[in-house]
């Protein structure tokens, strides 16, 4: 398990662009990683996750919008986020796992029935009209 902070949330207008960070405290457990987010009294949702190989995975509302990279020299996870809308408002997490299985690219989380072991402690992101 692997401690995550996540960084660079905040309030925009709509069409606006912000970059969320995610510094990992060590590499163990990182193989995958990826961005969810959930609004009040809505359920988790994944939106990108990339594994070691640079493979990404994106859910569709944010495709073309949205870029996730990671800095393996830094330990750090990255969401490029573009052309903002209200609709993007929520709290966003960072996870990571070991994902021996992959990942599975409906959900965006770890393969065969596992779920990401380490999970951040959110970032909001507003997004006005």
């Known amino acids: 398990q692997v401690?995550?902070?996540?960084s660079g949330g905040g309030s925009v207008q709509a069409g606006g662009s912000l970059r969320l960070s995610c510094a990992a405290s060590g590499y163990a457990n990182t193989r995958c990683m990826g961005w969810f987010r959930q609004a009040p009294g809505q359920e988790r949702e994944g939106v990108a996750a990339i594994d070691l190989l640079v493979s990404t995975y994106y859910v569709d509302s944010v495709k073309g919008r949205f870029t996730i990279s990671r800095d393996n020299s830094k330990n750090t996870?990255?969401?490029?986020m573009n052309?903002?809308?209200?609709?993007?408002?929520?709290?966003?997490?960072?996870?990571a796992d070991s994902c021996p299985y992959?990942?599975?690219?409906?959900?965006?989380r770890p393969a065969r029935r596992r779920?990401?072991?380490?999970?951040?402690?959110g970032t909001q992101v507003t997004v006005s009209s």
């Open 3 to 6: 401690q995550l902070v996540e």
């Open 77 to 80: 996870l990255y969401l490029q």
């Open 83 to 95: 052309s903002l809308k209200p609709e993007d408002t929520a709290m966003y997490y960072c996870a």
């Open 102 to 108: 992959g990942l599975d690219r409906l959900t965006l």
């Open 115 to 121: 779920d990401f072991s380490s999970w951040g402690q």
